[in-house]
C-alpha cells in the first residue's frame, strides 16, 4: 500500500514530484540508500519546526536532485519539538527511503540546536544545511561544491551577492530590514560579508566539526556565530550568489528577532574572543 506523506492522495504526491506513472513512482520509492558501511559524500541537515505541510516537497526535490547524481548522500532532517506531525511526515519518508533520517528533539530549542545537532550527527565529507520551505532551490549547491572544490572550507550561499544567472524574490520591507542588519553586522563584526543569514551554507566535515562543535547559540543569530568562529579560525571561505524566493510561513520574527541578533553579535565577540586558527588545527584528526 501507498505510503501517505502528508497530502491527500497518491495522484497529489504524482504532481509534486513530477512522476506521471506508477512504475516511475514506485522506483521512486525503492531508491536504495548507500551500502551499510559505505562512505557518505553529502549530509543535508534540514531543521524543521512545525513543517508537516512544507517539508514534503522539500524533501521530495531533494531526493529527486540528489538520485540523479553518482555521490552518495544522507537527508537528516531534525524536529525541533514541533507541535505538528512534522515528526510524522519524517517517518514515513524513513520508512521508504533510506537516505533519510529524522532526529526529534524533545522540545523547541532553536534553529540554531536543531542545525548543530543534525551536523554533529552527519556522516558526509561536506555537510549542507538547508531551509525545510525549500526557498533556495537545492539546485543551487552546485554552486557552493564548486566553491568548495576552489579551496574553501565553507561556502554560504548569499541574496545581497547576485550575478546574472541568480534571482532573489523577496518583499520590500524584508529587503530593508536585511540591508540594516547587514550593515550592521558588517560595521560590529564580520566586515565583507554581505549576507550571514541566508539558510543555505556547507561546510567541510572538519569544518563543520570545529565550528558546530564551539558554536552555542540556540536561536537564529547562531549562523552568526558560526562565521565569527570560521574568521577567527582562519578557515577559508566563500559567498556564493544563490537563487533565494520568499516562502510564506517564515518562522522569523522580523523586528524582536532582528533585535536580539543584534544584541547577539557583542555576545559572541565576547565569548570567543579567543578563539584563533591555533585551537582549529588542534582539532584536526591526527595523521596516521
Known sequence: MQEDLGYSDETRIREVRGARDTQALEAWLKNAGPAAGEAVNLSIVVP?????????????????????????YEIIVVDDGSKDDTSGVVQKFEKIRTQVRGIRLPKNYGKGHAVRTGALN???????????????????????????????????????????ETKVKTRFYRKVIGRVFNFLVNMFLLPGVADTQCGFKI??????????????????????????????????????????????????????????????????????????????????????
Not at 49 to 70: K, Q, S, V
Request: aromatic content about 12%; overall charge negative.
Open 203 to 288: 561546510f567541510t566535515k572538519n569544518a563543520a566539526r570545529f565550528l558546530f562543535s564551539n558554536q552555542q547559540s540556540d536561536g537564529f543569530s547562531f549562523d552568526l556565530e558560526l562565521l565569527l568562529l570560521a574568521r577567527k579560525a582562519q578557515l577559508s571561505f566563500s559567498e556564493v550568489p544563490v537563487n533565494w524566493e520568499n516562502v510564506p510561513g517564515s518562522k522569523v520574527n522580523l523586528v524582536f528577532d532582528s533585535a536580539k541578533m543584534f544584541c547577539d553579535i557583542f555576545r559572541f565577540a565576547w565569548i570567543h574572543r579567543s578563539i584563533s586558527a591555533d585551537d582549529y588545527q588542534k582539532s584536526l584528526p591526527k595523521e596516521p
Open 122 to 164: 552527519a556522516k558526509g565529507e561536506l555537510i549542507l544545511f538547508a531551509d525545510a520551505d525549500g526557498s533556495t532551490p537545492i539546485e543551487e549547491v552546485d554552486r557552493l561544491v564548486e566553491a568548495i572544490n576552489s579551496g574553501a572550507e565553507v561556502a554560504i550561499g548569499s541574496r545581497a551577492l547576485q550575478s546574472e
Open 48 to 72: 524543521a519546526y512545525n513543517e508537516e505541510r512544507r517539508l514534503p516537497p522539500t524533501l521530495i526535490d531533494m531526493i529527486d536532485f540528489f538520485d540523479a547524481r553518482p555521490a552518495t
